[in-house]
């Protein structure tokens, strides 16, 4: 990902204000380290970069909470300071190649689009995981009158399907860079007619990390349509079994389950190829909607209401989790904004879903910096004992 090196230099010469196309919002120093966090708006987005400093050179580089899908953002934001700067480079990796660029903008969705969005086709189908996008793109083509939402969490991947949608002149595929758990919280109920979770990662070692999981069905089976069904596809027998565990489990009340074993589909990934020629079984579970479900309503308030900057705040801020019985509260890391605001950068939410998000905080107000967290009804309590505990 964009980043360069450069020789350490007087950061003292930073200062809010426009370096070309991009606008400098303001500057965090870490109070544990030397680093910098630089908020920066590019072409109406805003995002952190990142510097971090050791003894002989420093790395100016992108945030990964804050990093907006399209890589050439990054990579004019770093330009446009650096040569307003004039910064001494000794490497670089951001050389902007237009040719690449991705324009099918309006088939790039941000998670926050889905509070209040039109969905332009009767019918529609999700794809969690698509990888290189040859099953997606294949549906879509397949099916022009049917928007299909591919939900992918690796950066490049997304990126490359959307030039492909482009290349390929399709209208009816949405991509969204996010993790696919917390986005299904905010697709309506009742909308889709499948789901696809095709060869996801088996995470033996961090089950926690899985995608399917009990919280994942219930909310398949709400946002399916009766009669839709989820689509499960992997080659891993350990992972097979877990899903027949999470699909038939004993909080589970009623489910209609079918199961087949190397079933050809119409289409086939590079990866399954390969694990085809080594003869490795492929399993396909699906999971049959069986009635309609209630409908979802994201009325959930994320603002900051009376919580301003005191000095007393940054000295009682803990860097250790705060547990409670279904979420938790993590302050990683304090920026300071100067003498008259911080940065806090902090997970919380759920256990298997959490959010990874910037507080930004001045005398005058406090906001999520970036996007506000997703709105379900487990970020939306810990939001409020997070209000709680920063209220001083």
Same mark, same amino acid.
């Given at each position: ?30 109070? /544990? ?8 708006? /590019? ?326 910096? /970036? ?22």
């Amino acid at each position: 990902m964009p980043h360069i090196t450069v020789k350490p230099f007087d950061t003292s010469i930073l200062k809010k204000g426009k370096y070309g196309e991009t606008k400098v919002l303001f500057i965090a120093n870490d109070t /544990h380290t030397l680093d910098e966090l630089i908020a920066v708006e /590019h072409k109406n987005e805003s995002f952190l970069l990142h510097l971090k400093k050791s003894k002989d050179n420093w790395l100016l580089k992108y945030d990964k909470v804050t990093r907006p899908l399209k890589v050439n953002l990054l990579k004019q934001a770093i330009f446009d300071i650096s040569n307003k700067l004039n910064l001494d480079i000794i490497n670089s990796n951001i050389a902007i190649h237009t040719a690449s660029e991705i324009k099918s903008s309006i088939y790039e969705k941000k998670i926050e689009d889905f509070i209040d969005i039109n969905f332009p086709f009767d019918e529609v189908s999700i794809e969690v995981g698509f990888g290189s996008g040859k099953h997606l793109l294949y549906q879509a083509k397949r099916n022009p009158n049917k928007l299909f939402i591919g939900i992918e969490i690796h950066t490049p991947s997304a990126m490359q399907v959307l030039k492909q949608i482009e290349l390929l002149d399709l209208n009816n595929i949405w991509v969204v860079n996010y993790d696919a758990r917390l986005l299904l919280e905010m697709i309506p109920s009742n909308l889709c007619s499948e789901i696809f979770v095709h060869f996801p990662v088996p995470w033996d070692k961090k089950p926690q990390r899985r995608v399917i999981s009990s919280i994942f069905l219930k909310e398949s089976m709400r946002v399916l349509k009766k009669e839709g069904r989820l689509e499960l596809r992997t080659d891993s027998h350990k992972y097979f079994w877990y899903s027949l565990d999470t699909f038939l489990g004993d909080n589970v009340p009623k489910t209609l389950v079918e199961i087949r074993k190397n079933e050809a589909l119409e289409v086939t990934s590079k990866y399954e190829a390969r694990w085809l020629k080594q003869d490795k079984d492929i399993y396909d579970v699906y999971v049959k909607s069986l009635e309609k479900s209630k409908e979802r309503i994201l009325d959930f308030d994320f603002s900051f209401n009376n919580i301003f900057y005191k000095q007393e705040l940054l000295d009682k801020i803990t860097s250790k989790p705060i547990i409670f019985k279904e979420s938790f509260i993590h302050f990683e890391r304090v920026f300071k904004v100067k003498e008259e605001a911080i940065l806090i950068k902090l997970a919380f939410g759920s256990f298997d879903r959490p959010e990874h998000k910037f507080i930004y905080i001045n005398e005058k107000e406090a906001y999520y910096f /970036h996007s506000n967290p997703v709105k379900t009804l487990t970020n939306h309590k810990t939001h409020l004992k997070i209000m709680e505990y920063l209220n001083v």
